[in-house]
């Protein structure tokens, strides 16, 4: 079994190399891949612009087209990891521009991470304030 910690960490880098090369639509999803078990699911909040539950490495893919289609800039400024284990905790603070509205907006994301046999099987963000990003994201 691979350490929960290397998947983290390895996971975090391809998806920066991802996003470098052009991310969704542009790159290659490959990168990520490995990192994410066949059957992944990504619970996002449903007051969000990109919520719901998506499922497998192709959900993962609209996932990322549907945050594109949110967020022009989403940079991730900092990461604690508060716990790594089968269940991990990593608490991201975020900066980013919203695509429709150009308003910026600085928010902390906590996620809790299940990795089974070496990859991430089940990803839960949450959002402190989602009427923020979703006020942020969405033109009057």
């Known amino acids: 079994m691979t ?3 290397t998947v983290l960490t390895g996971m975090y880098a391809a998806e920066t190399a ?6 969704p639509g542009e790159a290659s999803f490959d990168v990520l891949a490995p990192f994410f ?3 992944v699911v990504l619970r996002q909040a449903e007051a ?3 919520g719901g539950i998506w499922r497998g490495h192709e959900g ?3 996932f990322f087209l549907a945050m594109a289609g949110v967020w022009e800039s989403f940079d991730m400024a900092g990461q604690e990891f508060l716990a790594t284990g089968e269940t991990s905790v990593v608490l991201t603070q ?3 521009r919203a695509r429709a509205t150009g308003r910026e ?3 902390p994301i906590l996620q809790t991470i299940t990795i089974t046999d070496g990859r991430i099987a089940e990803v839960r963000p949450f959002y402190w304030d989602t009427g923020a ?4 994201t969405r033109l009057p």
């Open 18 to 23: 991802y996003l470098a090369a052009g991310g």
């Open 133 to 136: 990003v979703a006020d942020a």
């Open 60 to 62: 993962m893919e609209r």
């Open 48 to 50: 969000l612009p990109y």
């Open 3 to 5: 350490n929960p910690m």
């Open 37 to 39: 078990s066949p059957d």
């Open 105 to 107: 907006l600085a928010f």
């Open 94 to 96: 975020v900066h980013a």
